[in-house]
């Protein structure tokens, strides 16, 4: 079963809107982290923005917030006022806490492709 | 701070050829993961590190494949042989556990792997 769900293949946004790239996860593990990353066509995998599942507030990193809807299992990240730079490749990944020392592997979704136009 | 170096950037190899992998984590890090991104199976993790021991190898494809982590500074990813499906982007992270709070994984550049 899909751990990540990243719907959107592909997005859009007019450069100065914000945008919202959905995530959602699968996991019975009460204790799980959410982390999003960003590709740009260059490859490097950058990181983003974390959200702890038991964190009482969503994240916000500057620009970059993620909509955590615990109940539903879902962490949207949101990006407002899009730059051209932002186009790039977006993945949102999930690590559980299940196992020996409270650390385990990022499992990451498809990823969002999202094109800023002028 | 210097990130996580691996090497070399693009390899270009012949089915049947061995192939090396090779990453320097972020010193200090304790974790170390090996990742693959192809366009149809996205990214997979192939196998991760912690204090140099082998902690889950599942994402290993198949025996052809390799990992090792001889000392805190150093990792290998082995392919032998390799085929052209093993054709990809392999992604070494690292990571600190030992900061207290949550530790995203730091990424190399990839290396990326062309077997013809």
């Known amino acids: 079963a899909q751990k990540i769900t990243q719907t959107q293949p592909g997005m859009f946004v007019q450069e100065k809107e914000a945008v919202t790239l959905d995530c959602t996860y699968d996991t019975s593990d009460p204790s799980y982290g959410l982390f999003w990353y960003k590709q740009p066509s260059s490859g490097e995998m950058i990181f983003l923005i974390y959200?702890?599942?038991?964190?009482?507030q969503n994240a916000t990193e500057g620009r970059y917030s993620l909509n955590f809807q615990k109940a539903r299992k879902s962490a949207n990240l949101v990006i407002s006022a899009s730059q051209l730079g932002d186009s790039a490749m977006y993945f949102c990944a999930m690590r559980e806490a299940r196992f020996s020392g409270g650390y385990n592997k990022l499992i990451f979704g498809a990823g969002t492709r999202l094109a800023v136009h002028p | 701070d210097a990130g996580v170096i691996q090497s070399p950037r693009h390899e270009v190899t012949e089915m049947g050829q061995e192939v090396t992998l090779r990453c320097k984590p972020i010193s200090g890090h304790d974790y170390l993961f090996w990742y693959r991104q192809t366009m149809m199976r996205g990214l997979e993790l192939l196998i991760y590190f912690n204090n140099n021991v082998p902690i889950d190898d599942s994402g290993m494809p198949e025996d052809r494949f390799s990992a090792k982590m001889p000392n805190a500074s150093f990792s290998t990813l082995k392919i032998q042989p390799s085929e052209p499906r093993d054709s990809a982007v392999y992604f070494c992270a690292s990571s600190n556990s030992r900061t207290g709070r949550p530790s995203p994984l730091h990424f190399g550049n990839g290396t990326r792997l062309t077997v013809t």
């Open positions: 959200q702890g599942s038991y964190d009482q």
